[in-house]
């Protein structure tokens, strides 16, 4: 731009046109920047129910009903922060300037949002159950997702989990994402990358598994999408924060050893179950070690700080439990959940208060009989 611009110049000066005299305006599609010094936002998904009709009638409904999104859900929600000034920021540049004791610099008036996804693994229990099968690459690089449907059907779908639907929604609305920046696909290891089985294939299977995998890889980071690592086994013992050291090592050896090669290496590990370390902790020390200088964990505060050099980056988990059980922490810091939710969900958590609310009126009851009982009774002599 400075090039042409400085030609123009020339070329008009050769005809003696003075162009600071020429009433030219400034272009409306330039956006200033500013500097940022507000909150950092971060908020996760699990990969999207796609037929709820399938997820909400299978054995783990109930489940499903907590832990995960529906795919009309996510493009209202999308569409809701959107509306609402967010923008996508490369978590990178979050932990650059933390480093450097420096804003962050955005368009004006807009909020920075950390996007994650986690579990893109597509494992077997969730076979069958109206999610997608895996993720493909197709001949242009674009993103989608095979899905079964319904009827039996395999067919590539261009909105088929989120990283697809964010990508078409940033070509629509490219103020959406800072500078080409998506999100974070958290991936384990125990049943491959992806959908695809390479921890268990073997021979041509798995050469082919691989290929596909690290396409999808490539095709990922080219988009703007950053790949994690979210352990390598999800072991229960993340949950109740008992993991060992020892254990921890071996789990993220295994990952470095059976994934890495094919996801490519990261600096970002986003913690199984949410657990969060202290910045003393020897299992954060060793990650950091590894090469894992940004950390997520899980926290309603959505809180971003520094461990030495270490991006501690907690993470709001957007999905049914939150919705609608803890809708404030949502609409306190976001928008309204009106016309969010999808009518396919079940009533789990209205049974539950329902049942809460019977057995508590069951209760007060018997207390009042059990008193009235007590009142009437004569007084022992």
Known sequence: MKLLTSLLVFLFGLFGINLSALPIKESSSVI????????????????????????????????????????????????????????????????????????????????????????????????????????????????????????GDTVIDYEGDVMPIVDNFVEKHADFSLDGAKGIVAVTGFQGVFGYRITTLKDNALTEAQNEAEQVASALKKSGWKIACHSYSHTRDFRDGSITLARLALDTEKWIEKIAPVTGTTNIYISPFGISFSGKDERLAYLVFKGYNIFCPVSKTMNVMLYGRCLISERLNFDGFTMQKYPQRITSAFFPLDGILDKNRPSFYEERRSTLLNQKTALVERYSEDMTILAIRPKPV
């Open 32 to 151: 200033s920047r500013t500097e940022y010094s507000g909150k950092v936002y971060h908020i996760f998904f699990h990969s999207l129910i796609l037929y709820p009709e399938l997820a909400f009638q299978s054995d783990t409904a109930e489940g499903y009903n907590d832990w995960m999104t529906t795919r009309a859900e996510f493009k209202k929600i999308l569409q809701k922060l959107y509306e609402n000034d967010f923008i996508l920021v490369d978590i990178d540049e979050v932990r650059a300037a933390k480093l450097a004791n420096k804003p962050l610099v955005l368009p004006e008036g807009k909020k920075p949002l950390i996007l994650s996804v986690d579990d893109v693994n597509y494992y077997d229990y969730m076979r069958g159950d109206g999610f997608a099968d895996r993720l493909v690459a197709d001949k242009n690089g674009r993103i989608a997702a095979a899905v079964i449907t319904p009827s």
